[in-house]
T-cell receptor, first 116, second 117 residues
Framework: EAGVTQFPSHSVIEKGQTVTLRCDPI?????LYWYRRVMGKEIKFLLH????????ESGMPNNRFLAERTGGTYSTLKVQPAELEDSGVYFC??????????????FGAGSRLTVL | GENVEQHPSTLSVQEGDSAVIKCTYS??????FPWYKQELGKRPQLIID?????GEKKDQRIAVTLNKTAKHFSLHITETQPEDSAVYFC????????????????FGTGTLLAVQP
């Protein structure tokens, strides 16, 4: 079974530019999450999709971040315009439906974003 | 608010010794507590989890204990090996109502465990 796939693995951009991160969850997983880890800190929740709907976007830092999951399959997270404090590792995770399955998150390897 | 405190931030042990990582959560409604291990350059992976109706769970050399009264939970690794070296994250989750509440995990800040051969 293919795991959660993220692209790119590393992106270096200048302040003010735009970056789009992509996540392909495990096939059939309704739940898709975006998290971010800034160096040395916690893995912080950004948002949660159930299929194509945003269930919870309380962790999105500001309106420079836009997440989409058209068709309920893969998801994109766009940062526009990027700022220095956006640097970090962006993780995507997915989980199955149902109360028990929804608990177990499978993470991708992360997309490291460096804003110069 | 939602908060998970994790200690220590770094831990160095000799191979064969035990390692203990402790977390404290703030929300009494939390009822699911997973532990993730992230090896260098790899994805966080679930290694063990515990639900609030259980006080302890073991899986070979790892165990997790939960004290709901004190809102503490801990990861115990016995007979540590070099391959246990990684960053360990605790987390908690509020609610089991899939249809309503979010299923988001709240993570601690991580513990870098180094097992010296």
């Amino acid at each position: 079974e293919a795991g959660v796939t993220q692209f790119p693995s590393h992106s270096v951009i200048e302040k003010g530019q735009t970056v789009t991160l992509r996540c392909d969850p495990i096939s059939g997983h309704d739940n898709l999450y975006w998290y971010r880890r800034v160096m040395g800190k916690e893995i912080k929740f950004l948002l949660h999709f159930v299929k194509e709907s945003k269930q919870d976007e309380s962790g999105m830092p500001n309106n420079r971040f836009l997440a989409e999951r058209t068709g309920g399959t893969y998801s994109t997270l766009k940062v526009q315009p990027a700022e220095l404090e956006d640097s970090g590792v962006y993780f995507c995770a997915s989980s199955d439906q149902g109360a028990a399955g929804a608990n177990v998150l499978t993470f991708g390897a992360g997309s490291r974003l460096t804003v110069l | 608010g939602e908060n998970v405190e994790q200690h220590p931030s770094t831990l160095s042990v000799q191979e064969g010794d035990s390692a203990v990582i402790k977390c404290t959560y703030s929300d009494s409604a939390s009822n699911y507590f997973p532990w993730y291990k992230q090896e260098l350059g790899k994805r966080p992976q679930l290694i063990i989890d515990i639900r609030s109706n259980v006080g302890e769970k073991k899986d070979q050399r790892i165990a997790v204990t939960l004290n709901k009264t004190a809102k503490h939970f801990s990861l115990h690794i016995t007979e540590t090996q070099p391959e246990d070296s990684a960053v360990y994250f605790c987390a908690d989750k509020h609610g089991m109502n899939y249809g309503g509440a979010t299923n988001k995990l709240i993570f601690g800040t991580g513990t870098l465990l180094a097992v010296q051969p």
